[in-house]
């Protein structure tokens, strides 16, 4: 079973930036390592659906939200179990409970990597919030 455990939300000013990170735990022996896994990050504002920020296949390919492409970077260490988000520019709707997902698929459809119904393991989630 799959662990994931984020850090480094925190609040911030509008403008200003965060890192997020996530370390992932429970690959045993014989089993798909963390390297063969997609992983997303995914946030929920209060009173409304969850919605995926960012995802990137176990090759480093990206892909982003509309809302967030240019001003976030989502990046991964395989060799480390890790998995960052980088936030720039943060704007008060950028506020949320940001969670750190994986999908055990290597190489799913392009647009899976924004579904959160898609991923299977998840982290406890870490809070952002962004002021004007």
């Known amino acids: 079973q799959v662990q994931l455990v984020e850090s480094g939300g925190g609040s911030v000013q509008a403008g200003g930036s965060l890192r997020l990170s996530c370390v992932a735990s429970?690959?045993?022996?014989?089993?798909?390592?963390?390297?063969?896994?997609?992983m997303g990050w995914v946030r929920q504002a209060p009173g409304k659906e969850r919605e995926g920020v960012a995802g990137?296949?176990?090759?480093?390919?990206?892909m982003y939200a509309d809302s967030v492409k240019g001003r976030f970077t989502i990046s991964r260490d395989n060799a480390k179990s890790l998995l960052y988000l980088q936030m720039d520019n943060l704007k008060p709707e950028d506020s949320a409970m940001y969670y750190c997902?994986?999908?055990?698929?290597?190489?799913?459809?392009?647009?899976?990597?924004?579904?959160?119904?898609?991923?299977?393991?998840w982290g406890q989630g870490t809070q952002v919030t962004v002021s004007s």
């Open positions: 990137v296949y176990s090759v480093a390919s990206t």
């Open positions: 429970g690959f045993t022996d014989g089993d798909i390592p963390y390297s063969g896994y997609s």
């Open positions: 997902a994986a999908m055990r698929l290597s190489l799913p459809p392009r647009s899976w990597l924004l579904l959160p119904e898609k991923y299977t393991s």
